[in-house]
């Protein structure tokens, strides 16, 4: 049984980790979306899905989209569903230490080698009245072989210290005067019709 135990750091930048080992040809994927319009996306930032997002079983392909060059937010935009983007990031940027085991059968569907060859990302939940509340889903990780781009969420059944609604950000940490500042800098905008 080959299980492999992941660790993720924020020692590289997830998204520049394809870039580097991705064919540098210049090509690029052009298509439409409802947040951002039309888009080009170096194939480089094109994930497949080996297999679905839990609740979006008919969507395979993704692309990874800075949200902005400073941000700890990316969109997972789905290529094949114009409304569909996630906002996703490290939870590690965030403080949490975030370490768990892939299953053998999604090291084998993804052609994972070593753990280095992963990037880990975590759906974000963003609640519209209270934006400073947003969650990570770190039972349903999204784990990446940087080197092939296949892709698929990992669901950890068997672990009892993670939950799908962990707080990225700590009330505690938050000074109420600068509050306002810090959701506009980290907050996704939302879409416009």
Same mark, same amino acid.
């Given at each position: 049984?080959?299980?492999?135990?992941?660790?993720?750091?924020?020692?590289?930048?997830?998204?520049?980790?394809?870039?580097?080992?991705?064919?540098?040809?210049?090509?690029?994927?052009?298509?439409?979306?409802?947040?951002?319009?039309?888009?080009?996306?170096?194939?480089?930032?094109?994930?497949?899905?080996?297999?679905?997002?839990?609740?979006?079983?008919?969507?395979?392909?993704?692309?990874?989209?800075?949200?902005?060059?400073?941000?700890?937010?990316?969109? *997972?935009?789905? !290529? %094949?569903? +114009?409304?569909?983007?996630? $906002?996703? /990031?490290?939870? #590690? @940027?965030?403080?949490?230490?975030?370490?768990?085991?892939?299953?053998?059968?999604?090291?084998? *569907?993804?052609? !994972? %080698?070593? +753990?280095?060859?992963?990037? $880990?990302? /975590?759906?974000? #939940? @963003?609640?519209?009245?209270?934006?400073?509340?947003?969650?990570?889903?770190?039972?349903?990780? *999204?784990?990446?072989?940087?080197?092939?781009?296949?892709?698929?969420?990992?669901?950890?059944?068997?672990?009892?210290?993670?939950?799908?609604?962990?707080?990225?950000?700590?009330?505690?940490?938050?000074?109420?005067?600068?509050?306002?500042?810090?959701?506009?800098?980290?907050?996704?905008?939302?879409?416009?019709?």
């Amino acid at each position: 049984m080959m299980m492999m135990t992941i660790q993720t750091t924020t020692t590289t930048e997830p998204t520049h980790a394809l870039d580097m080992v991705a064919n540098q040809s210049g090509e690029g994927l052009s298509f439409n979306t409802l947040r951002f319009g039309q888009v080009t996306v170096p194939l480089a930032r094109i994930v497949d899905f080996a297999s679905p997002i839990l609740g979006f079983e008919g969507l395979k392909q993704f692309a990874i989209l800075d949200h902005d060059e400073d941000s700890p937010f990316k969109w *997972l935009q789905s !290529i %094949e569903d +114009a409304d569909l983007a996630f $906002v996703i /990031t490290n939870p #590690t @940027i965030f403080g949490i230490a975030y370490e768990f085991v892939i299953p053998e059968d999604a090291v084998s *569907l993804l052609g !994972i %080698e070593k +753990a280095e060859d992963t990037l $880990v990302f /975590t759906l974000v #939940t @963003i609640p519209d009245n209270d934006p400073v509340k947003m969650t990570a889903n770190l039972l349903g990780p *999204l784990v990446v072989n940087q080197h092939t781009r296949k892709a698929m969420q990992v669901i950890l059944n068997d672990n009892k210290q993670y939950s799908t609604k962990v707080r990225l950000l700590n009330d505690e940490a938050l000074d109420p005067t600068e509050e306002t500042e810090v959701v506009e800098a980290l907050i996704p905008p939302s879409p416009t019709p």
